[in-house]
């Protein structure tokens, strides 16, 4: 028996479903209002993951022109049908409930699907009679719960009206609803009490895709609330039988950095066993609680290759890691226009906007870690500026730049936290300069190096300022390379490099 740490997939990867198709196993998150969207996992022990690619990859797949901080897309489902991988999902901020699909898990995906029920969290279940049912999340004609209609798969169309099919237990917002036929039974497993500490999993069966479903005499199968625990607001679950026929569950959960608690990784994805009792209910950990370390599945253990430290941009496409802040301008990043860098062109869109500055990021998926990049940046006007920033949303994010004010170029050190801001000011000199950021569970710490000059510290910010519980929505902190330019003419800032090197972690 060997043992794994969770989360397994470290960093903001909230809302995870699974599939399995014989020996592999297939993973999706939520990505809101980053784009590419819905990034696709493989796996083969269910422990050790890496990313093969995204399913959400053309603006017409993904428009997020609308989508506001922690809008976009939510709570994606991942299944394997009859030969075809689908993933269900929904645009809160275009289009609503929708559904892709592809013969292989890299891709290409289709055009969406659109189906015409309400709400949130879509989820499908092929039926072995050859029905499909398509369940949501909404409040409608009677109450708040889980809806379900049945769709052809060919063309998303309603084949019957939609029907409350259960409401929970009594917790807030029942919502992430999965259908499993296993044995006589269908059980239909959801999360309740709101994606934060109340978080939990129930779960209810019946012999009827419709109902009525009988809960859980156990529920909830799966809370970490309330615990003295490093893991935190565990839920949003699904299941997946192994090929060894044991069975497992990945489920979305929080690791706050510090009491009082509070989080800015993100919601993560965790793996859990799932034992079942003699009366054929399901429960998730150790009687409902998820650990750090756990027993892991009896399956060949497979590791990835670990990632380089430092992305040197010599190939002509990003790397899986890289995300934008919707979909990017056409003419805001270039790897061909200046080969060997990552080039940027400011755009009138700030850090501050709703829109989409120009902007190429990554998740901060470790408390401990250092981050640098190498920039060249010369800028034109004043008001331009190129660097780093530590970003949660368009209110919250601490900033690590070359600006150019007064005629002057200069090295600046921003806060922006809600209304309030501080902006340091220091000279900055001729030629690149490589911008630093160390990563600590409480605080971050910024420093520039510049020709002769060793690394200097220009300033910090916390942690906690930048967690969901002061900034909001349902996201994680990113660390991206960015550009602004007022008039939308300033010159091309250059990045040689960028690094991410996580360090030893004794507290997981």
């Given at each position: 028996?060997?043992?794994?740490?969770?989360?397994?997939?470290?960093?903001?990867?909230?809302?995870?479903?699974?599939?399995?198709?014989?020996?592999?196993?297939?993973?999706?998150?939520?990505?809101?209002?980053?784009?590419?969207?819905?990034?696709?996992?493989?796996?083969?022990?269910?422990?050790?993951?890496?990313?093969?690619?995204?399913?959400?990859?053309?603006?017409?797949?993904?428009?997020?022109?609308?989508?506001?901080?922690?809008?976009?897309?939510?709570?994606?489902?991942?299944?394997?049908?009859?030969?075809?991988?689908?993933?269900?999902?929904?645009?809160?901020?275009?289009?609503?409930?929708?559904?892709?699909?592809?013969?292989?898990?890299?891709?290409?995906?289709?055009?969406?699907?659109?189906?015409?029920?309400?709400?949130?969290?879509?989820?499908?279940?092929?039926?072995?009679?050859?029905?499909?049912?398509?369940?949501?999340?909404?409040?409608g004609n009677e109450g708040e719960g889980i809806y379900q209609c049945e769709i052809d798969i060919l063309t998303g169309n309603k084949l019957t009206e939609s029907r409350f099919i259960w409401g929970g237990t009594g917790g807030a917002a029942?919502?992430?609803?999965?259908?499993?036929?296993?044995?006589?039974?269908?059980?239909?497993?959801?999360?309740?009490?709101?994606?934060?500490?109340?978080?939990?999993?129930?779960?209810?069966?019946?012999?009827?895709?419709?109902?009525?479903?009988?809960?859980?005499?156990?529920?909830?199968?799966?809370?970490?609330?309330?615990?003295?625990?490093?893991?935190?607001?565990?839920?949003?679950?699904?299941?997946?039988?192994?090929?060894?026929?044991?069975?497992?569950?990945?489920?979305?959960?929080?690791?706050?950095?510090?009491?009082?608690?509070?989080?800015?990784?993100?919601?993560?994805?965790?793996?859990?066993?799932?034992?079942?009792?003699?009366?054929?209910?399901?429960?998730?950990?150790?009687?409902?609680?998820?650990?750090?370390?756990?027993?892991?599945?009896?399956?060949?253990?497979?590791?990835?290759?670990?990632?380089?430290?430092?992305?040197?941009?010599?190939?002509?496409?990003?790397?899986?890691?890289?995300?934008?802040?919707?979909?990017?301008?056409?003419?805001?990043?270039?790897?061909?226009?200046?080969?060997?860098?990552?080039?940027?062109?400011?755009?009138?869109?700030?850090?501050?906007?709703?829109?989409?500055?120009?902007?190429?990021?990554?998740?901060?998926?470790?408390?401990?870690?250092?981050?640098?990049?190498?920039?060249?940046?010369?800028?034109?006007?004043?008001?331009?500026?190129?660097?780093?920033?530590?970003?949660?949303?368009?209110?919250?994010?601490?900033?690590?730049?070359?600006?150019?004010?007064?005629?002057?170029?200069?090295?600046?050190?921003?806060?922006?936290?809600?209304?309030?801001?501080?902006?340091?000011?220091?000279?900055?000199?001729?030629?690149?300069?490589?911008?630093?950021?160390?990563?600590?569970?409480?605080?971050?710490?910024?420093?520039?190096?510049?020709?002769?000059?060793?690394?200097?510290?220009?300033?910090?910010?916390?942690?906690?300022?930048?967690?969901?519980?002061?900034?909001?929505?349902?996201?994680?902190?990113?660390?991206?390379?960015?550009?602004?330019?007022?008039?939308?003419?300033?010159?091309?800032?250059?990045?040689?490099?960028?690094?991410?090197?996580?360090?030893?972690?004794?507290?997981?």
């Amino acid at each position: 028996m060997k043992n794994y740490t969770n989360p397994v997939i470290p960093g903001f990867y909230p809302d995870p479903s699974i599939c399995r198709v014989e020996e592999d196993y297939y993973l999706v998150t939520s990505t809101f209002e980053y784009f590419p969207g819905v990034p696709l996992f493989h796996s083969k022990d269910l422990v050790n993951w890496r990313q093969i690619g995204h399913v959400l990859t053309s603006a017409e797949q993904l428009p997020l022109a609308k989508a506001g901080s922690s809008g976009g897309i939510y709570a994606p489902t991942i299944r394997y049908h009859d030969g075809w991988f689908y993933m269900t999902t929904t645009n809160v901020s275009g289009g609503g409930n929708f559904y892709v699909r592809s013969r292989q898990p890299e891709g290409p995906w289709s055009d969406p699907f659109f189906v015409a029920q309400d709400g949130i969290d879509p989820s499908l279940f092929f039926d072995d009679d050859g029905l499909i049912y398509f369940q949501s999340a909404c409040n409608g004609n009677e109450g708040e719960g889980i809806y379900q209609c049945e769709i052809d798969i060919l063309t998303g169309n309603k084949l019957t009206e939609s029907r409350f099919i259960w409401g929970g237990t009594g917790g807030a917002a029942p919502e992430a609803p999965h259908l499993y036929k296993i044995n006589e039974f269908y059980y239909l497993m959801i999360a309740e009490g709101g994606t934060e500490y109340g978080h939990m999993e129930t779960i209810a069966r019946s012999t009827n895709p419709y109902g009525p479903f009988v809960p859980c005499p156990h529920n909830p199968i799966l809370s970490n609330r309330s615990m003295k625990s490093s893991i935190q607001a565990t839920g949003h679950a699904d299941l997946v039988q192994a090929h060894d026929g044991s069975w497992w569950a990945v489920c979305l959960g929080i690791r706050p950095a510090s009491y009082p608690l509070r989080h800015h990784l993100g919601r993560e994805t965790f793996l859990a066993p799932v034992t079942w009792t003699n009366e054929g209910w399901p429960l998730i950990g150790h009687d409902g609680i998820i650990e750090p370390i756990m027993t892991g599945p009896e399956l060949p253990e497979v590791q990835w290759s670990r990632k380089e430290v430092r992305d040197d941009f010599n190939v002509p496409s990003l790397g899986l890691d890289w995300i934008f802040l919707r979909n990017p301008a056409p003419d805001s990043w270039s790897l061909t226009e200046h080969p060997g860098h990552l080039a940027l062109r400011g755009t009138p869109v700030s850090l501050n906007d709703g829109g989409s500055p120009a902007f190429v990021g990554r998740r901060l998926s470790h408390f401990l870690c250092r981050m640098a990049a190498k920039l060249n940046f010369d800028p034109t006007y004043d008001g331009d500026e190129a660097g780093l920033t530590v970003y949660m949303n368009e209110k919250y994010h601490y900033d690590l730049a070359i600006k150019r004010i007064n005629g002057q170029k200069k090295i600046i050190f921003r806060r922006t936290v809600g209304s309030l801001r501080t902006e340091e000011i220091r000279d900055c000199g001729t030629g690149p300069a490589i911008l630093r950021i160390q990563a600590q569970r409480d605080i971050f710490r910024f420093s520039v190096e510049q020709g002769e000059t060793t690394d200097v510290v220009v300033g910090s910010g916390e942690t906690h300022l930048l967690s969901t519980e002061v900034a909001g929505g349902f996201t994680g902190v990113i660390v991206a390379m960015y550009a602004h330019s007022p008039s939308g003419e300033g010159a091309l800032c250059l990045f040689d490099w960028f690094d991410y090197e996580p360090l030893d972690e004794l507290i997981v």
